[in-house]
């Protein structure tokens, strides 16, 4: 009997802290979705610079392969091979 009251002991103090874990949780939970939605919400001008440039490369390499499949169509149509 002693030797289980010795292992029920620290038990309380182990799920103090187990609790007071899961209390600072849920209480930043709601700060830390509303940083998310402000964060998704707004939007740096460094951000738009880098997504303006994203698009741009994208432009270009999207015009280079319509550039290099219209001179192969029209090799192919004056019977050039490949």
Not at 3 to 9: H, Y
Not at 10 to 22: D, K, R, T
Not at 23 to 49: F, L, N, R, V
Not at 55 to 81: H, N, S, W
């Amino acid at each position: 009997m002693l030797m289980r009251s010795f292992l029920l002991l620290p038990l309380p103090l182990l799920l103090g802290g187990c609790l007071v874990s899961a209390a600072k949780t849920i209480i930043t939970a709601p700060i830390k979705a509303g940083e998310a939605i402000y964060d998704t919400a707004t939007e740096s001008q460094e951000e738009s610079d880098i997504k303006r440039g994203r698009a741009a490369r994208k432009a270009e390499e999207q015009a280079e392969k319509d550039r290099k499949r219209a001179e192969r169509a029209q090799r192919e149509a004056q019977g050039e091979p490949r």
